[in-house]
């Protein structure tokens, strides 16, 4: 079998010299496509398959199993997909195989979802598997984002519920500590564990407002903002937190447009941010604080003051770290109440749902972006004051 790129390769599987009609349908299909033989060769792989695998027309002629051997194939549960256990390996076996939704890990850390379908034939004295393997990345990302999205609506309205509730019951505790002192006539010791309960019902008291704030049911006091002075004031009150090993960028575009918003609850967001930026760089590293112009719709590409005239502003926010990163599965829950990678008692897991309530209560996302042992970059996107003619509730 010759070895010039591609074009001969594919005679063994059709028995025929290699038509340019055939070829383009092959590069063009809009999928990666492997052949591989009974011997586990790679005897034709188009540009797609090369691209996604990082490989090169070298690739043909390599075995199967060392084109798989650099990256991590793994199950929609994350459990790693064996090479014995891989469609292409089943297939040549003679087995029936049904596609099936695969997550593949690069060496870099980039991860990504895929479709596989595998195919075994037998023609023309070559016997072997056709693989196709779609990229479904942007398909995944956007079914998981409104998977979690629908569930992060369901948590915040049983929130709201329980959060009216446990207040009821904080008040009636609350109440009769304080009826309990007036009457007078107790120990002193007793009056030592009327001051416990007090601390407790104070405790218990934040946590029902920090819920309250991821339910959006909490009360806002908006007013018109200038981001900048937002992030600033943030930074004076975050200034001692700051270690020595720690690299501080500010990167503060001007002439933002304002925000309307509630300058402590935003304050509370970006503070809680920079924190948990802090606890990911135990050794050091650094830390850039970054605001923007966004557009809503990307695709107004005109000039500023014609995106002002549409409304088509957003003002961004971005906390970046160069710490440890958060591993690809815990991305989709981090904002979830509850949910922590802190040790016990070091975090009650209500800093990031607070700050996504807050945020979509002032009409924005937060987004994040990150890779393990590389960092992680969240993003607080707001509208712009002119977006907001209706005052926020």
């Known amino acids: 079998m010759s070895k010039k790129r591609h074009n001969l390769t594919i005679m063994p599987v059709f028995g025929l010299q290699p038509p340019g009609l055939i070829q383009t349908i092959f590069e063009d299909i809009g999928v990666a496509l492997f052949v591989v033989d009974r011997e586990e060769r790679v005897v034709f792989a188009n540009r797609t398959a090369l691209n996604m695998f990082d490989a090169t027309s070298a690739a043909e002629g390599a075995r199967y199993r060392d084109l798989r051997a650099k990256f991590r194939f793994e199950d929609y549960s994350g459990n790693e997909i064996s090479l014995a256990e891989s469609l292409a390996m089943r297939a040549l076996k003679g087995e029936s195989v049904e596609s099936q939704e695969i997550r593949l890990k690069k060496p870099n850390g980039e991860m990504r979802w895929l479709m596989e379908w595998a195919y075994h034939f037998s023609s023309m004295g070559l016997e072997g598997v056709v693989v196709l393997v779609a ?7 956007v079914r998981q984002a409104a998977a979690q999205l629908q569930r992060m609506e369901t948590l915040g309205a049983l929130a709201a519920g329980l959060t009216h509730d446990f207040n009821n019951v904080l008040n009636a505790i609350t109440t009769n500590i304080a009826l309990a002192r007036q009457n007078g006539g107790y120990s002193e010791q007793v009056g030592i564990r009327f001051d416990q309960i007090s601390d407790a019902v104070n405790k218990a008291s934040g946590l029902i407002r920090r819920l309250m704030q991821f339910s959006r049911s909490q009360e806002l006091h908006p007013r018109s903002l200038a981001v900048n002075e937002v992030v600033r004031d943030v930074l004076r009150l975050t200034q001692p937190l700051l270690r020595d090993n720690i690299r501080l960028t500010l990167d503060l575009e001007d002439e933002l447009p304002a925000v309307y918003g509630d300058s402590a609850q935003l304050e509370q967001v970006l503070v809680n941010l920079i924190v948990n930026a802090l606890d990911a760089m135990p050794n050091g590293g650094q830390l850039t604080i970054a605001t923007h112009l966004a557009l809503r719709n990307p695709t107004h590409l005109v000039e500023k003051e014609s995106i002002r005239r549409k409304n088509q502003e957003r003002v961004q926010i971005s906390i970046t770290d160069t710490g440890i990163g958060i591993p690809p599965e815990m991305q989709s829950t981090i904002f979830e109440p509850f949910f922590t990678t802190k040790p ?22 937060i987004e994040v972006d990150s890779l393990p042992g590389r960092g992680t970059t969240f993003t607080v996107s707001l509208p712009s004051e002119a977006q907001c003619p209706v005052p926020l509730r």
Do not use: C, M, N, P
């Open 344 to 365: 016990e008692g070091k975090g009650t897991g209500l800093g990031l749902s607070s700050a996504f309530g807050i945020i979509r209560q002032h009409g924005g996302k």
């Open 135 to 141: 990229d479904e990345t942007v398909e995944v990302d």
